[in-house]
């Protein structure tokens, strides 16, 4: 789906139930089970994050230096990191790019408030970057809030027209959390006309994926 401009790099997280950004995205009635069944069989029902992979999580918490504990699921390095970001944008809220960086490091250790925070701080100051805006959107899922997602998403796309891991992402938040098969296969096209040889996480090509949808609704 490409990589993310300067900061972060693609991959990608199993989400719940079936994100956020890169990492991955996450129904109800029986007349979409089949069909979430089917899709999670497809990309296991993940949405496109921008952020590069975290450092493996430590079993405890480390102390980097000092009295001050390390933040939760941070390695040493990360951990020392993350403080100093945070005196930093202390000393100087103006520096955009030290609320990004704070913002993927929450974001990789799934400290998810924290790093909508941040992002809302780095968007503050530069609001044209689509890519944070797409992280952010992840993280809104993650914690429940599919509208914001969307909203992020949207944010991003109007943005970047040709954003295409914000469009994959509006499709799976679409369709597993509101419902929406056809608002998600709308997105899906649109992502097409983009470029058409656009795939899943999982390497299944978009336009096979929405004729699997297809196929599965007209069965039911």
Same mark, same amino acid.
């Given at each position: 789906?490409?990589?993310?401009?300067t900061?972060?790099?693609k991959?990608?997280?199993?989400?719940?139930?079936?994100?956020?950004?890169?990492?991955?995205?996450?129904?109800?009635t029986?007349a979409?089970?089949a @069909?979430v069944?089917?899709?999670i069989?497809f990309?296991?029902?993940?949405?496109l994050?921008?952020?590069?992979?975290?450092?493996?999580?430590?079993?405890?918490?480390?102390?980097?230096?000092g009295?001050?504990?390390a933040?939760?699921? @941070?390695?040493?390095?990360?951990a020392?990191?993350?403080?100093?970001?945070?005196?930093?944008?202390?000393?100087?809220?103006? %520096?955009?790019?030290?609320?990004?960086?704070?913002?993927?490091?929450?974001?990789?250790?799934?400290?998810?408030e924290k790093a909508?925070?941040?992002?809302?701080?780095?968007l503050?100051l530069?609001?044209?970057n689509?890519?944070?805006?797409?992280?952010?959107?992840?993280?809104?899922?993650d914690?429940g809030?599919?509208?914001?997602?969307?909203?992020?998403?949207d944010?991003a796309m109007?943005i970047d027209?040709?954003?295409?891991?914000?469009?994959f %992402?509006?499709?799976?938040?679409?369709?597993?959390?509101?419902?929406?098969?056809?608002?998600?296969v709308?997105?899906?096209?649109?992502?097409?006309?983009?470029?058409?040889?656009?795939?899943?996480? %999982?390497?299944?090509p978009?336009?096979?994926?929405i004729e699997?949808?297809?196929?599965?609704?007209?069965?039911?």
């Amino acid at each position: 789906m490409g990589k993310k401009s300067t900061e972060k790099k693609k991959k990608d997280l199993p989400a719940e139930p079936v994100t956020g950004g890169a990492k991955y995205v996450r129904v109800e009635t029986t007349a979409i089970i089949a @069909l979430v069944a089917l899709v999670i069989g497809f990309f296991g029902g993940e949405i496109l994050k921008l952020s590069k992979p975290p450092a493996p999580v430590p079993s405890q918490a480390v102390m980097p230096s000092g009295d001050t504990p390390a933040p939760q699921g @941070l390695s040493p390095e990360q951990a020392s990191k993350v403080l100093a970001l945070e005196k930093e944008v202390s000393a100087n809220p103006g %520096n955009v790019d030290a609320w990004t960086e704070l913002g993927h490091h929450y974001f990789d250790s799934h400290q998810h408030e924290k790093a909508i925070e941040a992002y809302k701080k780095a968007l503050a100051l530069r609001p044209d970057n689509a890519n944070v805006w797409t992280d952010m959107g992840v993280m809104y899922r993650d914690i429940g809030k599919p509208s914001d997602a969307l909203a992020a998403f949207d944010k991003a796309m109007q943005i970047d027209p040709r954003h295409e891991v914000s469009r994959f %992402n509006k499709g799976i938040v679409l369709m597993m959390d509101m419902g929406d098969h056809k608002g998600a296969v709308d997105a899906w096209e649109e992502l097409l006309k983009i470029n058409p040889s656009a795939k899943a996480p %999982n390497g299944e090509p978009i336009k096979e994926l929405i004729e699997k949808m297809r196929g599965t609704k007209q069965g039911e």
